[in-house]
């Protein structure tokens, strides 16, 4: 598997439900991104956590890191249509921060 | 600022001719990551550059594929000649090392070659 992973690759929820979305990499980390991409436009960045933080809010956004299974989830509560995208995490690795690592994403579909 | 500059949004070409993707970056970022998107493969690094300076090529798929930074302001992708296969959305990004690497996307360049 790739430095980082998304589960599941695809997500359908109802409006109002919230959204979990997974993602689990290889190699000690010095932060992890979570990405947000609609369709036909490039990602933008949502939140960033680093490795020292268990977790992290923001609005309707809640990020975990659990650097023991190097795993983190993303949960979107309250799930509106405006958050149909695909959703990316990234990591910075700890001996390599001058570059990011984007796993292949999430792609999540709200359904009115 | 107006974020990450590409151009064009779209480019359409016959396969052997030359493509050339222009990207201005966030004024003050020292960094430039150049990525393809394909449904295929996902989003994959090509190259970035740190203060106009190649650091990491190794995404570049093969000797047709080439990029330069002549300033801090400019980039260029160019592939030559084309093929379909290189048909895909080319993103540019740009990031601030004591931001923590967080990147900024330009809106990207979707390429067809036929």
């Known amino acids: ?8 690759q695809a997500l359908s929820i109802q ?21 947000r991409q609609n369709s036909g436009r490039g990602l933008v960045h949502l939140i960033l956590i680093r490795s020292n933080e268990r977790e992290k809010h923001s609005g309707r956004l809640r990020v975990t890191l659990d650097t023991s299974k190097k795993s983190s989830s993303l949960l979107i509560t309250a799930s509106r249509a405006a958050d149909t995208a695909s ?6 690795l700890m001996n390599r921060d001058d570059k990011i690592i984007f ?6 579909h709200i359904l009115p | 600022d107006a ?8 480019e ?3 396969m052997g001719q030359e493509v050339t993707l222009r990207c201005k970056p966030i004024s003050g970022h020292d960094y430039l990551f150049w990525y393809r998107q394909t449904m295929m493969r996902g989003l994959e690094l090509l190259i970035y550059f740190n203060n106009n300076v190649p650091i990491d090529d190794s995404g570049m798929p093969e000797d047709r594929f080439s990029a330069k930074m002549p ?11 084309s093929e379909p296969r290189d048909s895909a959305v080319y993103f540019c990004a740009s ?4 931001l923590n690497n967080e990147q900024f996307f330009g809106p990207g360049t979707r390429l067809t070659v036929l």
């Open chain 2, 12 to 14: 359409v070409t016959e």
């Open chain 1, 15 to 35: 409006e109002g439900e919230n959204a979990t979305m997974n993602c689990s990499y290889k190699t000690s980390i010095n932060n992890l991104q979570w990405y």
């Open chain 1, 1 to 8: 598997s790739q430095q980082g992973e998304e589960d599941p």
């Open chain 1, 103 to 108: 796993g292949k994403g999430t792609r999540l």
């Open chain 1, 87 to 92: 959703y990316f995490c990234a990591t910075v």
């Open chain 2, 3 to 10: 974020g990450v500059i590409q151009s064009p949004r779209h």
């Open chain 2, 71 to 81: 300033n801090a302001s400019f980039s260029t992708l160019k592939i030559q000649p």
């Open chain 2, 95 to 98: 990031s601030l090392r004591t």
